[in-house]
């Protein structure tokens, strides 16, 4: 209007994909940076992880350089499987880390004032930044260093290298860009978890043909394998480094006309997630049960009230059931692996070692015993008004937790006993294995005081922690792991090493360590329960 001063301007376009790659970069570092600047936990989560990240990248760097020493054609195959297995793995862990990525859903990002282009080339720079992309990328130079020949194999070998890392972040976006629908999905979420679980499966096939003596020399198992991947773009990529000359520079062409075309694909599919809805948030019809279950068998109080609720919780969220079906078929895998294998005898300890190694899986199921109460858990700090009242929800906790894990012990140990051979063996290896587990809710129910951290609402059957926090999950995990272990080694190491009489003591050893957990649990849980609180209730 004139006169009001008002300056009117030509309205833009939207952000130019080079301004989006640096927003999206300078966000990323933000995030990162963010970890830093949080409480104490979320540092040392925050240092493992970079830690690990550092440790794989020199390993990896080191390990696929000492190809130097090998023939060339065997340089080459195991570059070929090394490439083969990264491209994999870019392929399947994000969908694994679906909901702990916020940039992995299209949906987070459907109000974003920029266009599937710059968007695309944005989230492109982003998923290149940070400690595991660039650690990967270190080990896949490390090949070159390893398997290179010449100085053009080298040059050559440092651009297939990029394409192939450009390569690998374009087809896990696209995969993730194209799932997220059905990822939101909570069948879906269960159908991921399944077939991820028989991915980790399909990988001790190799183990099993060695077993089975099916080839003997490894070498020639090595040069099959890669010579079924010889034409998978990790296959050209690792052939380019290896030849070096023009065959490798059309394979290197190839690659960047499929990084093109992956791109372009996951461009389709971003810009019609933007715009579709999202029907994970609609709502269906549910019958409202009013049994309680097992539960009812209890008197009425606070424990049953827990008990009950864990159950549901058991049933209904796709995390508990993929973990005990997870514990379950890797014990199965595990006692077939060992009891199958010609070289080794059959011992006592191929009875008790899958029997127990599930129980301590599944008991590392209460090492962040209130995650899934999330925000709710607030109603437990109104009602608690002791530490004895906690100790309370503890062991309803660990009650739902062992109505579940011990027929499933019980049966993982009648089934190593049987394929061991001797079946009587079954008897200790599930004392022994149910005495594990009691240790491992104890240990679990000091850790969930300790090192709380939130799980995320929306969230795939193997992710269990909220952005900013895996470093505190694994490390808790691994922590509940190791003193779980060392804690029931008196009664574990002896029955391993031959003497099944000692799992009788097993079970109440661990009925100890339990209670003794819990008392020390509600002790310095009831003093802290609002960090717990804050902990388990951050933003997702």
Known sequence: MAGSGAVVTKPTRGLTAKATIGLFVRLKLRLIGGNLRGDLARQLGFAFTAAIALIVAAGGFFMMSLLRFATPDMA????????????????????????????????????????SGPLTAGLFAASATGAWPLAGLIVMLGAVAGAARSAQGAVLGVVAVLVLFALCLVTSRAITTGLSGVLRSRRGRDLLAVSAILV??????????????????????????????????????AHAIADGGAAGLAEVAVLAVLVALVGWLWTLALRRALVTTDASTQAGGTKVRRSRGVAGLLPDGPVAAVVAKDLKY?????????????????????????????????????????????????????????????????????????????????????????LLAGPLIALVSIVTGVLSGTPIWALPAMLTAWGLFAVALGVGAVISVVYPYTAPERLNAFTGAAPGQGGVAFASALLAMIVSSVVALPVVLPV?????????????????????????????????????????????
């Open 76 to 115: 080459r195959d195991v570059a070929i499987i090394a490439f083969t297995l990264i491209f994999l793995s870019w392929a399947v862990v994000p969908l694994l880390l679906f909901g702990v990525d916020d940039t992995l859903d299209p949906a987070k990002l459907a109000l974003f004032p920029v266009r």
């Open 314 to 402: 058991a049933r209904r969220d796709p995390r508990g059931r993929i973990a005990w079906l997870a514990a379950i078929m890797v014990s199965g895998v595990i006692s077939y692996s060992l009891t199958q294998d010609s070289g080794l005898p059959s011992t006592l300890a191929t009875a008790v070692g899958p029997a127990c190694l599930g129980a301590l899986v599944m008991g590392m199921q209460s090492a962040n015993a209130f995650a899934l109460d999330g925000r709710a858990l607030w109603m437990n700090a109104v009602v608690y008004g002791s530490g004895r009242a906690l100790r309370a929800d503890l062991a309803g906790r660990h009650l739902a937790v062992a």
């Open 496 to 540: 391993v090493v031959g003497l099944p009489w000692v799992s009788l003591a097993a079970l109440p050893y661990g009925l100890l360590i339990a209670w003794a957990g819990r008392r020390v649990a509600g002790h310095i849980g009831y003093a802290r329960f609002p960090e717990i609180l804050s902990a388990v209730s951050r933003p997702t």
């Open 200 to 237: 980790v499966l399909a990988l001790q096939i190799p183990n099993l043909m060695l077993n089975k003596g099916l080839s003997a020399d490894p070498e020639v198992l090595i040069g099959t394998v890669a010579a079924m991947m010889r034409w998978t773009p990790s296959g050209m990529a």
